[in-house]
């Protein structure tokens, strides 16, 4: 079918999407919120969330336009080597992904602050109410989040027929994408760990005590960071799957002279937003039933709806079915990348308990247990997105009957994988969003003293939420991981078509024995280390800095650890904000300038090779951090319900200092690092003429 068709039929389903979100936003609304305590709480967080936001969005908007300025002066072409319309182009293409993406960021807020209270409320009529408040409120980020993904590269592309301008668009979405990610995650766990080491292990308070003055800045984080920066993260990997896919199927198509491949692209991502729309509207529980249980089941039906879909649709239109088989591919592994990460992060199974366990024995066992089943957690993920990726390119390298041209064809399998992986991103970002909204209304019902029934039910809500949270995060990254090796394949048909006109030899591959390219791996390599612990380091820096202030609140406030005086929890929240806004530009870019000095310095063999580093680092440390802090992070509420000696024993403390450590791995550096390597990806991408032809050594 005719591309064009396909991606109208995509903005359609897009604005279906944006209607049903539109209904889920106004049911969460007239869910009814009658504590007193619990609004004026709420209303404190939701405050906060919005002043950070505007701060974040007013520091981001100073470096887009920077990053637009030199977009327009050197891409695709320097201005002054031919027609200025092209670099104007990107230079939209690139404003409107930042734009698509803040929306997707801040809906996510609005809806989650306005569901946090109310979500608590509704635990007093039972499990069932409670968990569907939480989880439409989090489905209105999921369906905003793709709906602007597919909405935006589709218009791009309608309006301009150029796939290297959706490269633009997705650029724009990432370098957004990266400093909310990493502003967010540093404010967040700069609260949690001091509100955590201060109330539970200095003073011996709960969780979400009001005296602990870091208590409304640790909720506020929990939207900044989960809601907000987990958006863009996916709203980025989404649009950048989506380029890298078009990238190739332009590139096919012309081969052919048809536009079946772009046509496929957007066939398939709308009729993954489709399913995700079918799969929300299933969302049921029972007034016995598990969360978790809920959640995994939602998965499943998307995906089941999503093999349908695009099973009959490659039957309808003609489409070749091993293209269809890649795809399916890249989704079946991603569910099973999710199973494994469940596996090492979920409290009922043996690594959180064995942690747990040996927690009791110091803080040295809680981090030397983790840290290996951190490690060992990574190992399914990498084998799966090995398998397929070469499953993909094995599936579709026959597809040219010449052989001329199979590399091609077998990286745009790839690309489809990468996109068979991601169709299903509606209900991902559902899932996670849930997360902060019922750990929030957890804080909320302990301050509104909504009693021990309702804690016991926010409390199995969080749990599932911390679950499904870290399965979210494995799919993320792995998602993440084949959304780069489809965009390497963009990088060298970008090459390509450079080369081509100037007249000189294309690329093929990257030869590891090349020093040029191993020069540029072993710097790809390090950059995600060094990306980490900037991050980690920023969390550090700013929670001594709020420790020190909670300390003195204790010391000074009269009254304030009796609980007859009111904490001044606005200044851990400036705290948190001022720490996260200094903090969240160099780590990026530091990235960004070291691809640009590999790519200066030893041309387009040297940027594969540093893109193929940056790739396989990148990956394994994204992975073992989210995992072990996601394992920590149960491992502490394990102890808590009652194991291996419950809250105040030995394990307990042990296990907090376990999750202090996770919780920047978690939420922090490893999520983060997926949003680096795809940034670094498109701006190879991007600049590939310009390394082709101005480097040192190239």
Known sequence: MNASIMEIVAIIISFVAFFYAAWLFSWVKKQPLQNKEIERVGGLIRDGARTFLKREFLVLARFCAVAALLIFIFLPSPVWTGSIIPNIMMVIAYIAGTVFSGFAGKIGIEVATLANGRCAEAAKKGIAPSFMTGFRGGAVMGMAVVGASLIGVALVYLLTGDSTVCLGFSFGASSMALFAKAGGGIFTKTADISADLTGKVELGIPEDDPRNPAVIADNVGDNVGDVAGMGADLFDSNVASMAAALIMAAALDKLEGGTEYVGMVFCFTALGLLASVIGIMCARIGKDGSPTKALNSLTYITTGIYVVLTGAATLIFGYDMRIWGACIVG?????????????????????????????????????????????????????????????????????????????????????????????????????DAYGPIVDNARGLAEMGSLGDEVLEITDELDSAGNTVKAVTKGFSIAAAGLTVISLLGAFMSEVNEAAAGLGIEGITGFDILDPLVFFGMLIGAAVPAVFSAMLILGVDKNAQRMVAEIHRQFREIAGLREGTAAPEYDKCIHIATDGAIRELI????????????????????????FLCGNIISGLLLALFMSNSGGLWDNSKKYVE???????????????????????????TAGPSINTQITVVSL????MSSLFLTASIFG
């Open 683 to 686: 701006i190879s991408s991007l």
């Open 586 to 609: 160099p780590a990026g870019l530091m990235a960004i300038i070291a691809t640009m000095l590999v790519g200066f310095i030893g041309g387009v063999e040297a940027v594969g090779g």
């Open 641 to 667: 319900a009652g194991h291996e000696g419950g809250k105040g024993s030995e394990a307990h403390k042990s296990a907090v200092v376990g999750d202090t450590v996770g919780d920047p791995f978690k939420d």
């Open 331 to 431: 989704l079946l592994v991603g569910v099973i990348i999710g199973i494994a990460t469940d596996y090492f992060t979920d409290d009922t199974k043996p690594p959180v308990h064995n942690v747990a366990k040996a927690s009791g024995s110091g803080p040295a066992f809680t981090i030397l247990s983790g840290v290996s089943y951190g490690f060992i957690s990574a190992l399914p993920a990498m084998v799966g997105i090995g398998i397929s990726a070469l499953a993909a390119y094995k599936l579709c390298e026959g597809l040219d009957p010449t052989g001329a041209h199979a590399v091609e064809y077998a990286m745009f399998g790839i690309a489809m994988a990468a996109v068979g992986m991601l169709s299903i991103v509606g209900m991902i970002v559902s899932n």
